[in-house]
């Protein structure tokens, strides 16, 4: 779409050509004033042939129009103004809600700020529908891009439990374009990727991992696969050691196709990677949704997987397991020559040489495990859902209580800190095999690898390293478990191998300035970079 022409006309026509791709050519419009951006776009849009536009004035009326076109095989969107007029939509809502009927509600909305303070026609449209449909967009006049959330909503709608979806668009003034849309056709037509069949597999964690929900994954021996070390494919003979460096290397740029599985949301390298708007990426749906983060992704089923990657040439992958090789040699030739004590990288690397299962805090040490863990490890948990440190060990707890196996959760100080009153035991209560291992540096470090370890130290000490005084021995002894204290990796390798009932396991990694700290993590990326390359 044009930048020269309004945000909202921009916006209108994006989602209305969005739709069309995604099969919905059905419109059935109501007339108003907020939702002409809308309108103009299906004028122009029926002009040129792209969609079958019905009007009526009565929203009730169109809203049962719509209906009765899905139940008979053609989904349609109702297309309605702000205020009272959403209200109206309800009763067919509610009968596509019980009878699984997909029915796309496009309400145009006023701007957020009118909400709340009395202005004309407008109404939390939301509220009204929100407890009746499978999902919801929010999209603002001056939105970058609408196609992740409308592919989203219509997904929604469409597939797994079909039913009413509500797209909200919030216009601003100007809301007449300028002048007529200039090559619906064109704009309305699938959106064609750069041709090409080499493909990596991203993997998170998935709900496939759940045994409650395990489903059968397809052969993949046939591509590279970029794994999170709780992802469902990180003991996969194709898994990559250290793929976030890895995607800093030539090869990177020959990748043509992404299938992403799971809920991979642990390095920027890979974000980048799922925004390239030079490749083709596709989502996996499963039961808790897809990632899509970026909003550039075709939506999948796991049985379409295997044509994706029929195609992806043998050699590909041979490259890519080389590289990988390399850059195991290059981790471990870089270890060999770092201190020992406190070095999270050789920390993380020996933390998955245990075969006992494992919960990870959802901060540094999930990450260096990423980049410098052994494959395959134990089985590794972690709560990456929306990634907080909170709860941390309790989850550890409900894996030991639920399994009866050992088990062990590795922790900053702060996520130990967070969540220590978990560790006070019940009286007359079964108590779990666990082992705490506290990575004790002397506060959030991770910090200090994103843009905020670029600002003043003493800022970034006070609000984001935010140092604790805690003496975890005492506490050990505080909540009857056995404390034991290690100086490094090679300490904790052994510290890993005894037998534990219930344990804190204590490692001294150091207090390292942010300036330095953010050097060192920099310098050895960019070491065993220049090692898989050299």
């Known amino acids: 779409m044009s930048e020269a022409i309004s945000p909202s006309t921009n916006v209108a026509r994006g989602v209305v050509a969005e739709l069309v791709r995604l099969g919905v050519s059905t419109f059935i419009l109501c007339p108003g004033s907020r939702s002409a951006p809308l309108a103009y776009a299906l004028a122009d849009a029926e002009a040129a042939g792209v969609v079958s536009l019905h009007v009526e004035t009565d929203e009730r009326v169109a809203g049962f129009i719509a209906l009765g076109s899905a139940v008979a095989g053609k989904p349609a969107a109702v297309v309605t103004t702000s205020g009272s007029a959403v209200a109206n939509l309800h009763p067919a809502v509610e009968e596509a809600n019980f009878a699984g009927v997909p029915l796309i509600v496009l309400s145009a909305d006023r701007p957020n700020e009118r909400r709340g303070v009395r202005a004309s026609q407008t109404a939390d449209h939301r509220a009204v529908l929100e407890g009746s449909v499978r999902a919801v967009a929010e999209i603002p006049a001056d939105a970058p891009a609408v196609r992740g959330q409308v592919v989203r909503t219509v997904w929604a709608a469409l597939h797994g439990h079909p039913g009413p979806v509500l797209i909200n668009v919030a216009f601003r003034e100007p809301l007449m374009p300028e002048g007529l849309w200039p090559d619906p056709v064109a704009d309305c037509a699938a959106t064609e990727r750069r041709a090409g ?248 470090s991770l910090f200090a690898a994103l843009e905020y370890g670029t600002g003043p130290e003493d800022t970034y000490d006070r609000v984001f390293r935010t140092e604790k005084a805690l003496d975890i021995e005492a506490f050990a002894r505080a909540v009857g478990a056995e404390y034991r204290a290690v100086s490094g990796a090679d300490d904790l390798r052994a510290a890993l191998e005894e037998d534990f009932s219930i344990r804190i396991v204590h490692v001294d990694a150091g207090r390292t300035p942010m300036a330095v700290e953010r050097a060192d993590r920099a310098g050895l990326a960019e070491r065993i970079l220049a090692r898989i390359e050299g």
């Open 197 to 444: 069949s080499r493909t990596v597999i991203v993997s998170g964690p998935s709900i496939r991992s759940n045994p409650l929900y395990q489903e059968e994954l397809p052969d993949l021996s046939g591509v590279p696969i970029l794994a999170e070390p709780t992802g469902e494919l990180r003991g996969h003979p194709n898994a990559l050691s250290a793929h976030p460096i890895l995607l800093r290397t030539a090869l990177r740029s020959k990748i043509e196709r992404v299938i992403v599985l799971g809920h991979p949301t642990l390095t920027r390298e890979v974000s980048a990677l799922l925004a390239d708007p030079e490749i083709a990426v596709y989502a996996v749906d499963e039961g808790a949704g897809y990632t899509d983060a970026a909003g550039t992704a075709d939506v999948v089923t796991l049985a379409d997987v295997p044509a994706l990657i029929s195609d992806s040439p043998v050699q590909w992958l041979e490259k890519w397991l080389a590289l990988s090789a390399r850059a195991d040699e290059a981790i471990e030739a870089e270890l060999a020559l770092m201190p020992r004590s406190g070095c999270l990288p050789a920390i993380a690397r020996a933390i998955t040489e245990s075969g006992v299962p494992t919960q990870l805090a959802a901060s540094t040490i999930i990450r260096e495990v990423n980049l410098y863990g052994r494959r395959p490890a134990g089985p590794l948990y972690a709560n990456r859902g929306l990634a907080g440190i909170d709860g941390t060990m309790s989850s550890a707890i409900g894996c030991a209580l639920a399994t009866g196996q050992p088990t062990r959760v590795v922790v900053g100080d702060l996520a130990f800190i967070h969540d220590a009153t978990a560790l006070v035991p019940t009286i007359a209560q079964r108590k779990p095999r666990l082992d705490v291992v506290v990575i004790d540096d002397r506060g959030g």
